[in-house]
């Protein structure tokens, strides 16, 4: 049996973090995963460039049941906190849109300076050992036992940092959840997030043809959120970054509205063209703002009139901008945790202390990161909060 201050599970983007941070508080740290690697969903996120942080990370890009909770850890670490540490440690790395930041040559990088920086708190990292139980001894006043497939370890305080259900390839478990319950916490039902969109068969066939596609868009789910960003048409269904936005907000059976010309008001444009260009084709003229192949689709479908456009009168102008700029397509599901980047719900915050992460019924345990019930909206926000609880979570262990 070994001995340790803290043993965390899971040595991801959170656990890395809070063993760092409490290993330079001069506590023994033992964090044990059971992947051949560390930090395997750092090195496959943002396309193998990881989008690490987000400048304008704010408590509002969060879903959470408890939409205060984040307030005091997103304060404390700051998107600008993190990039503090990965400039001390030179790491090379470029904006893009919207506040997001991402490593120029590879997420190895990243996963090198959460090494280093564990490396020089003095903090042990067991892998390929997978957590098997916890018991927390009826004779010890605190502290668990953690058997994993490797060694049996003693510690006063256990940091759950095991992630969600998304990509069970990369070694996602229920840990996390099973051990919540096992001590009497609630845990919200989980959900797919930041996925890609299934449809039904007959809108596969519509739009069968259109795959790789992409086109500017704002997507609106029945609750109101709005995202104004490309959406894809695959082979399955519809993906991009405003179609994975949308997810974590939509519910099955419902549908999302689709704002095909959010830069444009269509009523407006068609009676131009009909002043200045009007012997050309409704066809040819949309397909100069839409995709050509798309525009075919709805040709077909009878939405778009194949003649020229002074021949559309005003109820035809009418019902295609309304078609146009409030597309409906009802999803069948969403392709699950296969492919999901996040996982919806966990642990419940009413559970925790917002401060330390520490649960409220049961002093020593600690969970931060994706396991809980926070999530983070795509673009760097969901390794921001990782940052923000697992550095909380190391000052308190
Ligand atoms: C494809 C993809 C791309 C993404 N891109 C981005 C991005 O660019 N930006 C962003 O902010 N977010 C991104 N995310 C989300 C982000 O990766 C997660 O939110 C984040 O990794 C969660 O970190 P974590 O430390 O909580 O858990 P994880 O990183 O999931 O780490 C948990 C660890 O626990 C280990 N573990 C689980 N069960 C056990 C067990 N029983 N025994 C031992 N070990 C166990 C796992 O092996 C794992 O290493 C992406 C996710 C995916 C899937």
Redesign the pocket.
Request: overall charge negative.
């Given at each position: 049996m070994i001995t340790t201050d803290v043993l965390i599970?899971?040595?991801?983007?959170?656990?890395l973090m809070c063993a760092a941070q409490a290993g330079y508080r001069g506590k023994s740290v033992v964090v044990?995963?059971?992947?051949k690697k560390p930090?395997?969903?750092?090195l496959?996120?943002?396309g193998g460039r990881?989008?690490?942080t987000n400048e304008n990370a704010t408590p509002e890009n969060y879903l959470c049941q408890n939409p205060h909770f984040v307030k005091s850890a997103l304060s404390r670490y700051s998107s600008q906190d993190f990039i503090d540490l990965v400039d001390r440690h030179g790491l090379q790395y470029h904006h893009k849109t919207l506040g997001q930041l991402f490593c120029d040559n590879s997420a190895q990088d990243l996963v090198d300076i959460l090494m280093t920086e564990c490396e020089w708190a003095g903090v042990q990292v067991n892998l390929r050992?997978?957590?098997l139980s916890v018991e927390k001894p009826a004779d010890t006043e605190q502290g668990f036992v953690v058997k994993?497939t490797e060694q049996s370890y003693q510690c006063k305080s256990l940091v759950v940092?095991?992630?969600?259900l998304?990509?069970p390839k990369?070694?996602?478990?229920p840990?996390g959840y099973k051990i919540a319950e096992q001590f009497d916490l609630n845990v919200l039902e989980t959900l797919a997030a930041l996925v890609p969109f299934t449809l039904h068969d007959h809108d596969k066939q519509r739009f069968d043809g259109l795959s790789g596609i992409s086109l500017f868009t704002e997507v609106t789910s029945e609750d109101g959120t709005k995202f104004k960003e490309n959406i894809l048409f695959t082979h399955r269904g519809l993906s991009g970054p405003a179609i994975l936005q949308i997810s974590s907000f939509w519910r099955a059976g419902q549908a999302v509205t689709i704002n095909l010309l959010p830069e444009h008001n269509l009523t407006e444009t068609l009676n131009q063209w009909q002043k200045e260009q009007g012997e050309k084709s409704v066809k040819n003229l949309l397909s100069t703002i839409l995709p050509k192949r798309f525009v075919d689709v709805l040709v077909k479908e009878g939405v778009i009139a194949d003649k020229p456009v002074k021949q559309l009168n005003h109820p035809e102008i009418n019902v295609l901008g309304e078609y146009l700029h409030a597309w409906k397509i009802s999803p069948n599901g969403t392709e699950g945790y296969r492919t999901?980047?996040?996982t919806l719900g966990g642990v419940n915050t009413d559970e925790l202390s917002s401060k330390t992460f520490e649960s409220k019924k049961q002093p020593g345990l600690f969970f931060?990161?994706?396991?809980i019930d926070v999530t983070?909206w795509l673009g760097?926000?969901?390794?921001?909060f990782?940052w923000a609880s697992g550095f909380a979570c190391g000052q308190a262990v």
């Open positions: 599970i899971g040595a991801g983007a959170a656990g044990v995963d059971m992947g930090a395997r969903k750092i496959i996120s943002g990881s989008n690490f050992s997978e957590v994993t940092a095991s992630g969600g998304t990509m990369l070694g996602a478990t840990i999901a980047e996040v931060i990161g994706e396991v983070g760097g926000y969901n390794f921001q990782c």
